[in-house]
Nanobody, 119 residues
Framework: QVQLVESGGGWVQAGGSLRLSCAAS????????MGWFRRAPGKQQEFVARISWSGGITYYGDPAKGRFTVSRENAKNTVYLQMNSLKPEDTAVYYC????????????WGQGTQVTVSS
């Protein structure tokens, strides 16, 4: 089992920045990739970014390109999502998720953290 706890959400004005954190515990040795997703009210879940647990290889979804940066600090079993130039349309609940080795889908999810961007 892997447990994920997000933090760092909050309220910010458009153009501002926030940094989300996702702390992993439990069987972290089985993690292959960590991902960030978001869900806005009335919309489907959306992929934001992912990072490989060991090599730090990153990939971004369209909403994140050029504005968000995903990183990890393995010593702390923590993944970050630095979000800059935030827009009102970034308002959503942000979730981190862990993909285990040899797994096709994300196996573990955090509880989510609310991000609200006002215009």
């Amino acid at each position: 089992q892997v447990q994920l706890v997000e933090s760092g959400g909050g309220w910010v004005q458009a153009g501002g920045s926030l940094r989300l954190s996702c702390a992993a515990s439990g069987r972290t040795s089985e993690i292959n990739t960590m991902g960030w997703f978001r869900r806005a009210p009335g919309k489907q879940q959306e992929f934001v970014a992912r990072i490989s647990w060991s090599g730090g290889i990153t990939y971004y979804g369209d909403p994140a390109k050029g504005r968000f940066t995903v990183s990890r600090e393995n010593a702390k079993n923590t993944v970050y999502l630095q979000m800059n130039s935030l827009k009102p349309e970034d308002t959503a609940v942000y979730y981190c998720a862990a993909l285990q080795r040899r797994s096709a889908n994300y196996d573990y999810w955090g509880q989510g953290t609310q991000v609200t961007v006002s215009s």
